[in-house]
C-alpha cells in the first residue's frame, strides 16, 4: 500500500475508532503510516494531533500504564514499543493507553517539546477520567522506549502532582541533560542494554544516579547484549528477559 493510502487508512480508523481519545482535539489530526526500508516493522510519523488507544484487559486490575513508543521524536515504532506492549500489560491486568505523541514537527526541539507536554497531558488525562475504566487514581503508570523513554522519564520529573505517574518505567531511555529527582518521585524500573549506544547508556545512568541521590526505589537492569530497539520482539539476546522482570517488578510494587 502506497503512504498515501496508508495515511488516508489511518485517518479512517482514527474517525472510526471509539478507542481512541482525542488529547488535543484543537489540533487538526493527521499521521502517515509507512515500512522502514530495512525491515517489516511499521512506524507513523507526521503525527500532528496526540491521541490516546485504550486496551482493556480481559480482567482488570484497577491499574493503568500509558505506552510511549520511541522512534527518535522523528516516528513511531507503533507496534513493537506500542501496540505489543499494549497488549502484554493487558495479559497483567492493566489497562493500557497508547500514547501517539506528536512528532516529525518543525524543529527536533519543537518535537521534543510538544512529546513531552503530550506525555504530561496523557497522564492528567488518564487520572481524571479513571473512573470510567474503574482505575484507581493513585495506580497509573507510564513505559516509554528510546525518545519515548524521554517522555516517560520528563512525566516524572514534573513538578506537578496531576500530571506525575505514580510508577515510571523508561525502557533504553533517552534523558534530559539534567536530572533531578523531584520529591514525590515515584518508583522507577530502568533496562537497557550494555551494548547500546554510549548516549542512552549515560542517559539511563543519569535517571538513575538521581533517583539513588534521593533515596527513591528504582530497579536498574543492564544486559550485556541486546542493542537499542528490541522492544517486544525476542531475538535470542539477553534483553528478551527484561518485560520478566518488569513483570516481577510491577507484583513487587503491589500491582
Do not use: C
Not at 54 to 80: C, Q, S, T, Y
Amino acid at each position: 500500500m502506497r503512504p498515501a493510502l496508508l495515511l488516508l487508512a489511518a485517518a479512517a480508523a482514527f474517525a472510526a475508532g471509539p478507542n481512541v481519545i482525542a488529547l488535543r482535539p484543537d489540533l487538526p489530526h493527521s499521521e502517515e503510516v509507512f515500512i522502514g526500508p530495512n525491515d517489516t516493522e511499521r512506524r507513523i510519523r507526521k503525527i500532528t494531533s496526540p491521541t490516546l488507544t485504550v486496551f482493556l484487559p480481559e480482567k482488570p486490575n484497577g491499574a493503568a500504564i500509558i505506552v510511549a513508543p520511541g522512534g527518535g521524536f522523528v516516528h513511531l515504532a507503533i507496534d513493537k514499543e506500542g501496540t505489543d506492549v499494549a497488549r502484554w500489560l493487558n495479559t497483567l491486568g492493566f489497562t493500557a493507553f497508547l500514547l501517539q505523541y506528536r512528532v516529525t514537527l518543525a524543529t527536533r526541539e519543537a518535537s521534543i517539546d510538544a512529546g513531552v507536554s503530550d506525555g504530561l497531558l496523557a497522564v492528567k488525562t488518564v487520572r481524571e477520567r479513571a473512573a470510567e475504566w474503574k482505575l484507581d487514581p493513585a495506580k497509573i503508570g507510564i513505559i516509554g522506549f528510546s525518545a519515548g523513554g524521554y517522555v516517560a522519564a520528563s512525566t516524572a520529573l514534573s513538578a506537578d502532582a496531576a500530571s506525575r505517574p505514580n510508577f515510571v518505567m523508561p525502557i533504553y531511555p533517552a534523558a534530559p541533560a539534567a536530572v533531578t529527582a523531584p520529591e514525590g518521585a515515584p518508583p522507577l524500573f530502568l533496562a537497557l542494554a550494555h551494548d547500546d549506544n554510549p548516549r542512552i547508556v549515560e542517559s539511563s545512568l543519569r535517571i538513575y544516579a538521581a533517583w539513588h541521590k534521593a533515596k527513591v526505589p528504582a530497579e536498574l537492569h543492564i544486559f550485556p547484549r541486546g542493542g537499542h530497539g528490541f522492544g517486544m520482539r525476542k531475538s535470542g539476546a539477553p534483553t528478551d528477559a527484561w518485560n520478566g522482570l518488569l513483570a516481577d517488578w510491577l507484583k513487587r510494587q503491589g500491582y
